[in-house]
């Protein structure tokens, strides 16, 4: 198997990141920069977690809304551990204090969704991208929505509007890039079963959602990592520019 290098994980430290981060370093056996925002203690958990798997894995704190910080990042993890092959944008905000119709949203929460979800997918692809066209090879993978496929639902509008936008980021990824060998992809999962959507949903509510899912459940985070494992694989070379849905065939949002 080709050596891949490094796959660089934002938003590790999360549970969905989590799983993304050790499917890679599991199933690629590649080496996992964990990246994450404020809490280094959750991103160790993840990079411990990749090392199990017999890589190595090393956490790395930025600010991803912030060009210099995504430069300096990338710099660190070229001195630390090498060039990166695979980029995985998994970093967003995302909570019942995000919920606001557009008429009551203020700024704040406007550029707080499209700049930690959409701009930070952005950076990341300038500053990671050069490495893989150095290489030749080279995957990146998106992390859409259901929100971004359907449109956001009433008091959701930022985040669909900023997961929409990430979709249309990875079609022009998949062209700009695609003749060096790099295949840019986006995931658009439904409702995934995180600590962080049960800290503000209810189990009446997921149970209510969960019957809108022709599989009847909502999704597990090791379910959407093996799709991104996949698609950061050489057997997906040919699947580019595409938004894979992982939702159990909801369509829409009710």
């Known amino acids: 198997m080709r050596r891949k290098g490094v796959a660089l994980v934002t938003g590790a430290g999360g549970d969905i990141g989590r799983a993304e981060a050790v499917a890679l370093a599991r199933h690629q056996k ?49 001195e630390s551990m090498g060039p990166i092959s695979v980029l995985v944008n998994n970093a967003g905000a ?26 930070s ?30 449109g956001g639902r009433a008091t959701l509008g930022a985040y669909g509007a900023a997961k929409a936008g990430i979709e249309a980021l990875t079609k022009t990824a998949a062209r700009e890039l695609g003749a060096h060998g790099i295949t840019s992809n986006c995931i658009a999962p439904g409702f995934v079963g995180t600590a962080r959507l049960k800290s503000y949903m209810s189990e009446e509510r997921i149970a209510q959602l969960s019957q809108q899912i022709p599989i009847g459940r909502i999704a597990s985070p090791e379910e959407v990592a093996s799709v991104v494992a996949f698609l950061a694989s050489d057997e997906a070379a040919y699947v580019n520019g595409a938004v894979v849905d992982v939702n159990g065939g909801r369509t829409e949002y009710l």
């Open 30 to 78: 590649m080496d996992i920069a964990v990246v994450y925002r404020s809490n280094l203690q959750d991103a160790e958990t993840t990079a411990t977690a990749c090392r199990g798997a017999g890589v190595r894995a090393h956490a790395f704190g930025a600010d991803l809304r912030e060009s210099a910080a995504v430069q300096g990042l990338v710099d660190q993890v070229h």
């Open 94 to 119: 995302m909570g019942a204090a995000f919920n606001s119709t557009l008429v009551e949203m203020e700024p704040e929460i406007w550029r707080e969704m499209i700049e930690t979800h959409l701009t």
């Open 121 to 150: 997918s952005f950076l990341c692809i300038k500053y990671c991208a050069p490495d893989m066209i150095g290489a030749g090879w080279g995957r990146i993978v998106n992390t859409s929505s259901i929100h971004g496929r359907t």
